[in-house]
């Protein structure tokens, strides 16, 4: 853990929360009605709120200033070295994202937003076993992560 996170206790109420934020956004990523820009915003933050499901099961908190960024770093350290790539893959996207929110328009294209939808799909299936192995694991259920409630 570095200076810009805190050490928590997880909270099953949050983690769910967290959980059902990440559905509902994958769920409306995938939305073909939706702007390019849109969607990819949308699957972004998804896998923003998964991977912050990630830091909470290890009962950590990262400090506003920098969320996002410091978010992915924490997340890099704390995968598996066989799952680190979504770290990084996450990062980029994010400073895509960056751009897409503040700068630019019609900054995402249609490969862009389908392999992220992907990467955050393998992700989630990833995450929802995490939370199944925690002591948390009853706010696994209702969420699917890929749209649809369970």
């Known amino acids: 853990m570095n200076d810009s ?3 928590i206790t997880p909270s099953a109420i949050e983690i769910g929360k967290l959980l059902a934020i990440a559905d509902r956004d994958l769920g409306q990523a995938s939305m073909v009605s939706l702007h390019l820009d849109t969607r990819f915003a949308l ?19 990262i ?3 920098g969320f996002h960024e410091r978010t992915f770093q ?7 070295s066989g799952i680190r790539t979504f770290a990084d893959y996450f990062d980029r ?4 994202r960056n751009v897409l929110s503040c700068d630019h328009v019609n900054v995402a294209s249609a490969g862009e937003v389908e392999d992220l939808i ?3 799909r ?10 199944g192995r925690s002591n ?15």
């Open 5 to 7: 996170a805190r050490p």
């Open 118 to 120: 992907g990467q955050v």
């Open 93 to 96: 996207a994010r400073r895509k």
């Open 63 to 65: 400090r506003k200033v």
């Open 122 to 131: 393998a992700f989630g299936a990833w995450v929802t076993e995490e939370v």
């Open 43 to 61: 699957a972004y933050n998804a896998a923003l709120q998964l991977a912050t499901v990630v830091l909470r099961l290890r009962g950590i908190r």
């Open 136 to 150: 948390l694991a009853s706010t696994s259920s209702g969420c699917s992560l890929d749209g649809s409630a369970t």
């Open 74 to 80: 924490e997340l890099g350290s704390q995968l598996p």
